[in-house]
């Protein structure tokens, strides 16, 4: 299939420098769009919205690490073998990470969240604003292994 | 900013073949990973989750439409001028969609979905599963526009 190429529109700063687990809501972080491509009206009425999804290029994942089959997560023998499309690893095929964030402030091409689990330089491929009708429909479930996983992620 | 390329791991099989608004509860949607790349075992586990976010490349977008700055959504002057990372339109600088879409079957290399508003041969760029952990914390808001946009979104 052919290849698909994007342009960064940003990059991340972050008090996180390196691709660690765990405990995000430790970290301060921030985006800045970048000046060669886009003026401040790109981010106009963000800031009416309280939450943005931010796409991102994990760049510091290691190519040989990559899983196109299933192992267990973390490599915890606790948890059952899932395939790499049941996780939200990082050592996946195309390693994007999709995080919905608090919006704290918008100035110019600054752009201020809480919750964002990127490191420090990575490249911002999209901003999209959190929008209730794209939540999950119906029903919800999860299987116990990932509540396990996610107990630590933020705090 | 260095180009990001990234190899599409599957194609999306929808009833809707062009890229028009609204109405996507009545379509019929599935994805296909490709099987020169992946076998079943990439999705192992995925049906133990209720809802899977999909990732896919707006591939009918004409790029002398993409927006870098603002403009009113739909170009109806009753919604006021939005900067495009206020907004989540196709006509965007990286074209991806991002779609939480309820899990209907896996079979094989086969995913069946409801709720997936991307048009028939959509590249497949990435599959997570939906994890309530990674919910919009806290308070939710959007603009009044927005919620008037989705109106006929979905059905």
Redesign the interface.
């Known amino acids: 299939?052919?290849?698909?190429?994007?342009?960064?529109?940003g990059?991340v700063h972050s008090t996180r420098k390196n691709p660690t687990d765990d405990f995000w809501d430790h970290e301060n972080a921030s985006i800045e769009?970048?000046p060669a491509?886009?003026?401040p009206?790109?981010?106009?009425?963000?800031v009416?919205?309280?939450?943005?999804?931010v796409?991102f290029?994990m760049n510091q994942v290691d190519p040989s690490k990559v899983e196109?089959?299933?192992r267990h997560p973390r490599g915890n023998i606790d948890w059952?073998?899932?395939?790499?499309?049941?996780?939200?690893a990082k050592n996946?095929?195309?390693p994007?990470g999709?995080?919905?964030c608090?919006i704290i402030e918008c100035a110019g091409l600054t752009l201020t969240l809480e919750?964002l689990d990127a490191v420090d330089g990575s490249?911002v491929?999209?901003?999209?604003?959190?929008?209730?009708?794209?939540?999950?429909?119906?029903?919800?479930?999860?299987?116990k292994w990932?509540?396990e996983l996610?107990e630590k992620?933020?705090k």
Do not use: C
């Open positions: 299939m052919a290849t698909l190429s994007y342009t960064p529109i990059r769009l970048d491509q886009f003026s009206e790109a981010l106009l009425g963000l009416d919205f309280s939450h943005v999804e796409l290029h196109k089959s299933a059952p073998k899932v395939g790499i499309f049941a996780q939200r996946r095929p195309n994007i999709t995080t919905v608090r919750g490249p491929i999209d901003l999209k604003p959190w929008v209730a009708e794209f939540a999950p429909r119906g029903k919800t479930f999860q299987p990932i509540s996610m992620y933020w």
